[in-house]
């Protein structure tokens, strides 16, 4: 079993619609939670961070943490065309110990938003 | 602009030649870091370092060598390529190694034949 696994897709949406975009995990001593977004051919950006369990909101986008399940989840709102990438989840340990510096990647979400 | 510089942006190799890609931030930021994107393998690291002088092994570490003279700098040696190697790389950099705001380069596509 993977650390982390994430649907890879494709998901399609038409613009306006709810995403929801989902990672599950299997190390119970992941603290940090990350999603990223991906446009092709260019580098991974921050989009939202959360710490342990517990609900995230900026703007169009809600991030949610359910550790009990170990699930983690990201929604965006009235979705864009512009919103059209790849979105990658990613978790990381507590600041102290080995090997905590390290972000483990979910292989990531493709999300087409039509027109 | 601030950010993270990645050069080159592409690159051809033939087997058992060796290179260096470069990366560069001029944010000062102590964390920095090599990922390899593989198709249907997600991110995954190669080496890492927390600050100048200071590098260990990721996940996938075998075929590159790392050196980080410099807080701006943390090149990335491979140093006999192989077809394994072909991906795309990306550099990250991150305030403090316990920071989870990591600024990724564009990347560096890297086709070994």
């Known amino acids: 079993q993977k650390e982390v696994e994430q649907d890879p897709g494709p998901l399609s949406v038409p613009e306006g619609a709810i995403v929801s975009l989902n990672c599950t995990y299997s190390n119970s001593a992941f603290q940090y939670f990350m999603w990223y977004r991906q446009y092709s051919r260019k580098g991974p950006e921050l989009l939202m961070y959360?710490?342990?369990?517990g609900n995230k909101e900026d703007g169009r986008f809600t991030a949610q943490v359910d550790k009990s399940s170990k699930y983690i989840s990201l929604f965006i709102r009235d979705s864009q065309p512009s919103d059209s990438a790849t979105y990658l989840c990613?978790?990381?340990?507590?600041?102290?110990?080995?090997?905590?510096?390290?972000?483990?990647f979910g292989k990531g979400t493709k999300l087409s938003v039509i027109p | 602009n601030a950010g993270v510089t990645q050069t080159p942006k592409f690159q051809v190799l033939k087997t058992g030649q060796s290179m260096t890609l470069q990366c560069a931030q001029d944010m000062n930021h102590e964390y920095m870091s090599w990922y390899r994107q593989d198709p249907g393998m997600g991110l995954r690291l190669i080496h890492y370092s927390v600050g100048a002088g200071i590098t260990d092994q990721g996940e996938v570490p075998n075929g590159y060598n790392v050196s980080r003279s410099t807080t701006e700098d943390f090149p990335l040696r491979l140093l006999s390529a192989a077809p394994s190697q072909t991906s795309v790389y990306f550099c990250?950099?991150?305030?403090?190694?316990?920071?989870?705001?990591?600024?990724f380069g564009s990347g560096t596509r890297l086709t070994v034949v």
């Open positions: 990613a978790m990381r340990l507590s600041y102290s110990g080995a090997g905590s510096y390290q972000l483990t």
């Open positions: 990250a950099s991150s305030p403090t190694a316990g920071g989870y705001g990591y600024t």
């Open positions: 959360t710490y342990s369990s």
